[in-house]
């Protein structure tokens, strides 16, 4: 017998809602639907009312966890269209800004990801190794979130020549603590069981959805917009895109905690670098903002975010159109979860790293009868660590027997 | 493939139904006619190689100009593809049978600014309240007769005709 399994429009593992409606066959899924734009804030139509300089505090507000993507992509679709350079010391503080981003975002990711699947150790691991990330963010931002770091032209605010050990020094601690998390996940023999396989998004089915981010690059599509579609520092420093190629929920995970590594090897580049420019020269003045349109996209720790803005020589966007990675990497969810059960279902649309958040509420109709139940979020995640526990104990009898 | 490349071929393949334009050397514009959308998307996707990556409308008081961006990411640029879909029904192809990713985003431009993509699989609002009017376009803009757009303004100007959204003048490579 099909039945639907309303998740949402509260998602029961992240922050923002979502709805997905999961058609089941006793415990397998064999369809989705899914709802988006709960959240709907009008962020395009806000834009076309404010000055191109108040923008980036605006479109840093689409997300919490990317407040420095979207205001880099937008900052960036301007200065496409102005025609100009940004001073290297304000590329450097860029780079070093993101990928200090990218790091606390993967670090969330993966701390939600072991909460779900019931080992709250790494959950509490990662929070403890983030938050100094987000101590020295607040230190060379002023914030520990919407750090206000980018505008049109270079940045607000210089790294003070007296942080830099301290993020040497943060950048040595997170890589051994990297290590570490990132061993013991791989070397998990029921994290693996709970995760390898599941939620397969092939490289085909990637380009054709147009996923991104370490979405695609778990399946083995490579591209990395800091690689192929430079900005500012990125092509001033070495690093490697990584890539995996089941496209699994684990080899998701993979790619995020590799990826850490390289953002820390870009950082240390960039402070390296930071030390042969002048300090004081973070921005390059724009009086004009011509008309034309501009295109500018940046690697998110999620995927490519993508602004596109139009200008009639005025002083506000005639047109800003916002494209977030989440827009498309979500919908591989249609694929994604089939022929998974409902316990994996939550974890599967968690993988992509959903730029929405949490709620916590699930509801299940039974097609036949009509009959519908809420379920909270504690039920949905129990069912997870639920099933990780039964794994764990197969595997321990197994040991016993062995 | 080389950018000079590319432009080249999409030149050979569709001639005068198409105007290239290249911004800088990390954003070129193709504007295609209606009828040959499709095709065009399809040529770049898979027989060029690019990946699909998302789309954007503009309200214009004409029509709507409708974009699709196609980035070639071995070769460092960004290709845009746009076509004017006239108003009072703008309509156009869907290129969801290029790229099922586009599902989403020309629902968006349906619900957004009711561009009506012909053979899309499933063509309802993704972003809108079930309590809101079918009718009602969040970004369509209806402009008075009286008032002068930059469509209608024709100084000459190669920007006024960017700010437009209208094909560039000249030849194709």
Redesign the interface.
Known sequence: MVKKIPIGPFHPLLEEPEFFELHVDGERVVGIDITIGWSHRGIELLSEHKTWDQVPFLVERICGICSCSHPYAYVKAVEDLCRIEVPPRAQFIRCIVAELERLHSHLLWTGLAGHFLGYNTVFMWTWRFREPLLDVLEAVTGNRNHYAVMKPGGVRRDIPQEEIPNILKLLDELEKNNHMLTNAILDDPVIHARTKGVGVFNKDQCRLYGALGPTARSAGLDIDDRRDHPIDAYDKVSFNVILCEHGDVFDKAVVRQLENFESIKIIRQCLRMLEGTKPGEICTEIHEVPPGEGIGVYEAPRGEVLHYVRSNGGNMPIRHRVRAPSFNNILTNELSVLGNTVSDAGLITAAVDPCYSCTERVGIVDRASGERRIVTEADLVRLSQEKTEEIRKRFAALKGNG | MEREEVKKRIADKFGSKVRIAE??P??VFVYAENEIWVELAHFLFDDLGA????G?A?DDRDGVEVMF?F?F??E???L?IKTFAAKPNPTLNSITSV???????EREMFEMYEVNFRNHPDLRP????DTRPADYF??KREVKDEHET?RQRDDGDA??D??AGRPPKGTNP
Do not use: M, N, Q
Not at chain 2, 99 to 105: E, F, N, Q, T
């Open positions: 911004r800088s990390k954003r990946r699909y990556d998302t954007c503009v961006f980035p990411d071995r460092h640029f960004f845009t790229c099922p990713g586009a599902k989403w985003i993704v972003l809108r309240a969040a970004a930059v920007r006024a960017e700010v």
